[in-house]
């Protein structure tokens, strides 16, 4: 397969005309000038711009599939969805669920084996807590918060296969700095849902933390003397992810964030629930009723409840909406979130030998065009 004629995203990070060359599921050759000697399926990307399928490493359902569900078809619905958006590869989130519920997950997990080619790549799961902090608990249940466990961790991770790629913890709590210490070799450690302030932070970074899970959202606010997880993420050059579904941040901030920390350390997530891809009405989230009207999913209190997003529609967003150059926005889909879970060597960018997961937008940004492992999904 060939894709002529279109703007490719560059591993430099800016677009450059030419052509992509695909064999069987990998990129074979990457062309800035067109060349058309072979005779194979040649699809015409005139007016296109070419990019990486895109990494969501957050985010916990859609359409009305929830990982937590820990159903065999959770998954297969979740990840077909994806691929059928662009997002080319997922990394989904566990709720702070009881222990009882999470053996479950886990298991459901570890046994999942994908059957569809149009389904997204799994890298890999993301454990948003139960090692979180009953203060700053968001709209995960606080009666299922525990304190960090090495062997609960362990334990869940072996009944996953060993999929558990990033596990968000408060720092602040007892046994947490130990945790870290602990587990830093074999999984990546993300501070999330917590009040630690700029020293406790800093602290879990030096010990072997280096991600932080939904900037801003579940946190302390970045305050000029009370810098916090925000000010020590910049200080220690960790990865930091950002919803940018327009309502869990305000446009300004994510530009300012853009500015500060760089492309190359944000992550932009969905962080979407259940009702991704449906329509309004009465959902549940980790165990809890969830209602969703237009881009909002709330608690019964008012707490916000993840997004209705998926990362695609969160790219369109910061671009057209928070004014964030398309070059910056598709790094912070693809490279980054890549990079940050261990994987860049597989995906996230067009480069020979990856595989061949490209996504064609027309000028406007929507999605013409949908190449899964090499095949064509849309
Ligand atoms: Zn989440």
Redesign the pocket.
Same mark, same amino acid.
Do not use: L, S
């Given at each position: 397969m060939k894709i002529t004629n279109v703007n490719i995203y560059h591993e430099n990070h800016v677009f450059q005309p030419g052509c992509i060359e695909i064999q069987g599921e990998k990129i074979s050759a990457v062309h800035f000038s067109d060349t058309n000697t072979l005779n194979e399926e040649i699809i015409d990307g005139q007016g296109c711009y070419a990019i990486p399928g895109l990494v969501d490493i %957050?985010f %916990?359902g859609c359409m009305g599939a929830d990982l937590c569900d820990a159903k065999p078809d959770s998954l297969p619905i979740m990840a077909e969805y994806e691929a059928s958006q662009g997002v080319t590869t997922i990394c989904p989130?566990t709720m702070t669920m009881s222990e009882a519920e999470l053996h479950k997950i886990m298991q459901n997990i570890g046994s999942y084996q994908p059957t569809s080619h149009k389904a997204a790549h799994l890298a890999g799961i993301n454990m948003?807590g139960p090692f979180i902090s009953k203060k700053n608990k968001g709209a995960q249940k606080e009666s299922n918060v525990i304190p960090c466990s090495v062997s609960l961790f362990r334990q869940l991770n072996r009944e996953a296969g060993g999929k558990i790629k990033l596990v968000d913890i408060a720092p602040e709590e007892p046994g947490a700095m130990e945790f870290i210490e602990a587990v830093k070799d074999e999984v990546i450690v993300s501070l999330a849902h917590t009040v630690a302030g700029y020293d406790i932070a800093m602290e879990a970074f030096q010990r072997g933390a280096n991600h932080v899970t %939904?900037l801003y959202n579940a946190m302390n606010p970045f305050h000029h003397r009370r810098p916090g997880v925000q000010g020590a993420a910049f200080d220690s050059g960790a990865f930091v992810e950002l919803i940018c579904d327009g309502v869990h941040i305000h446009p300004a901030m994510v530009r300012a964030m853009f500015q500060l920390y760089g492309t190359d350390h944000i992550c932009l997530i969905s962080?979407s629930m259940r009702a991704a891809g449906l329509e309004d009405g009465d959902y549940t989230l980790g165990g809890q009723a969830v209602k969703v009207e237009g881009p909002r999913a709330t608690l019964a209190d008012g707490t916000i409840a993840?997004s209705v997003t998926n990362l695609m529609k969160c790219l369109k967003n910061v671009v057209q909406n928070m004014h964030i150059p398309l070059e910056q926005a598709v790094e912070s889909a693809t490279e980054t979130p890549a990079k940050s879970i261990g994987i860049f060597q597989h995906c996230g960018s067009i480069s020979v030998g990856k595989t061949a997961d490209i996504v064609l937008l027309d000028k406007e940004l929507n999605v013409q065009k949908i190449i899964l492992a090499g095949k064509t999904i849309l």
């Open positions: %957050h %916990h989130a948003e %939904h962080d993840g």
